[in-house]
């Protein structure tokens, strides 16, 4: 029974070390990436070509999810020698001119000027009220927000074709038919209404 076990052992030790040889990676491919390159992404999963085919594992391309621009990927083994690595990226919706944000809130380093051309801008002064201003830009998406300037007072909110002023997204979401109902020109949120003033 030890004479059983031992050679059990050894042919695995073979096993380990024949699968360092054979077989190989010899084609990575990546799907849906925008941000970071196929080279970057690689990368990231710590797979290239010549690395063991076998140890290409979950626990061996962790760093890929880790990447504050990946939501989800998947590493798909291909019998005997492709790698292919399917992604989601996070999208940047709004920036501060310095630091550009997802719509979960995740902080995305590296932003291009061609990726945060045209997206809405934040500004304020006061204790930063970033999680708010990502809950009113997907609140008002569909009216065009440009500009959310965040105060201890509020939010003063460029749209397309209004500006609004609100205490809290709570308080929008609490009134929002009569905003809605009221858009154009500049609109201020209250406990009790809306006021619209007429220019």
Excluded: C
Excluded at 32 to 38: C, V
Excluded at 115 to 128: A, F, I, K, S
């Amino acid at each position: 029974m030890r004479g059983v076990g031992l050679g059990l052992l050894v042919l695995l030790g073979g096993a380990v070390i024949v699968s360092l040889f054979y077989p190989k990676v010899q084609h990575v491919s990546v799907e849906g990436n925008r941000h970071h390159d196929a080279n970057a992404v690689a990368a990231l999963a710590r797979v290239a070509p010549g690395d063991p085919f076998l140890w290409v594992t979950r626990r061996r391309v962790a760093g890929l999810a880790a990447d504050p621009w990946v939501l989800d990927a998947v590493v798909v083994r291909q019998w005997p020698d492709r790698v292919t690595i399917a992604l989601r990226e996070r999208e940047p919706v709004i920036s501060d001119g310095v630091t550009t944000w997802a719509d979960d809130g995740t902080v995305l380093l590296g932003a291009t000027a061609a990726e945060t051309e045209g997206l809405p801008r934040l500004q304020g002064w006061g204790e930063p009220r970033v999680a708010e201003s990502l809950e009113l830009l997907r609140l008002l998406r569909p009216f065009g927000v440009q500009v959310i300037s965040y105060s201890p007072e509020g939010f003063e909110i460029q749209l397309t074709d209004s500006e609004l002023f609100t205490p809290s997204a709570e308080a929008l979401r609490e009134q929002w038919s009569a905003f809605v109902s009221h858009r154009g020109g500049r609109i201020a949120v209250y406990p009790w209404g809306v006021s619209k003033a007429h220019e």
